[in-house]
């Protein structure tokens, strides 16, 4: 196996860019733009500077709500594929100062993202625009 082989690169990518974490938010972050990007991605713009686009699917998939994680065991009951590819916002509503609820597609709008989750996401998931 050669070092460029597919296989070996991607797992070169999981050891080098292991998931941001809880305690790496930036504190009082704040996202100070949340537009659509394309027909697939969100664009989420942070009081960090940051500014990224993040597949829809991936933030509907990451509901934090009741029905999607369980409340008690913290894990997420919601699997990849209940959720439809072509999922897609239709509503964004501020909550109070510290986070915002997504009205999607599906009908599905329990989920309210805290500030500091929204940028986890976006950085985990989103590719960093230079806006
Ligand atoms: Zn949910």
Not at 119 to 128: D, E, P, Q, V, Y
Request: proline share 5%.
């Amino acid at each position: 196996m050669t070092l460029d082989s597919p296989l070996v690169s991607s797992q070169f990518r999981a050891m080098t860019q292991a998931p941001v974490t809880r305690n790496q938010v930036p504190q009082n972050v704040v996202p100070v733009q949340i537009d659509r990007y394309s027909e697939r991605e969100m664009l989420l713009k942070f009081n960090t500077g940051e500014a990224f686009a993040v597949p829809f699917f991936e933030i509907r998939f990451v509901c934090p709500c009741a029905s999607c994680v369980d409340e008690n065991t913290g894990k997420r009951i919601l699997k990849r594929e209940d959720v439809a590819q072509d999922v897609r916002p239709t509503g964004v509503s501020l909550v109070g100062r510290y986070a915002v609820q997504i009205q999607w597609s599906d009908l599905h709008s329990t989920g309210m993202y805290a500030f500091d989750q929204l940028w986890l996401i976006a950085k985990n998931t989103g590719k960093a625009l230079s806006l």
